[in-house]
Nanobody, 130 residues
Framework: DVQLQAFGRGLVQAGGSLRVSCAAS????????IGWFRQAPGKGREGVAC????????WYTDSVKGRFTISSDNAKNTVYLQMNSLQPEDTAIYYC???????????????????????WGQGTLVTVSS
């Protein structure tokens, strides 16, 4: 049973940093890719970043490139999203999700952000004040 728990919620000022974590259990961690998505108030879900823990491949949406870093600790079955230079537009609930899709298919899903069924869990709230 695939289980993911996102945590690390926080309130930070613009320009600040925050790290959110995604703890995985119930499956072989390196057999999946993990994606971070976010949903801002009144907006649709957006794919932020994803990682393949088995080979370290990563992908980022353009708006976070150079500011966010996704990483995995395979020994701890955990994926991290380090967020630097945060801006108010980064305010959202952040969700993590596990995928067995091919890398190309996962990138397509990340770019879609929504419109497909998946188990999203509760997410963790990140608030950036101006």
């Amino acid at each position: 049973d695939v289980q993911l728990q996102a945590f690390g919620r926080g309130l930070v000022q613009a320009g600040g940093s925050l790290r959110v974590s995604c703890a995985a259990s119930g499956f072989t961690f390196v057999d999946y890719s993990i994606g971070w998505f976010r949903q801002a108030p009144g907006k649709g879900r957006e794919g932020v970043a994803c990682i393949s823990p088995s080979d370290g491949d990563t992908w980022y949406t353009d708006s976070v490139k150079g500011r966010f870093t996704i990483s995995s600790d395979n020994a701890k079955n955990t994926v991290y999203l380090q967020m630097n230079s945060l801006q108010p537009e980064d305010t959202a609930i952040y969700y993590c999700a596990a995928f067995t899709a091919t890398w190309a298919r996962l990138i397509a899903l990340m770019k879609m952000g929504s419109g497909f069924n998946h188990d999203w869990g509760q997410g963790t709230l990140v608030t950036v004040s101006s």
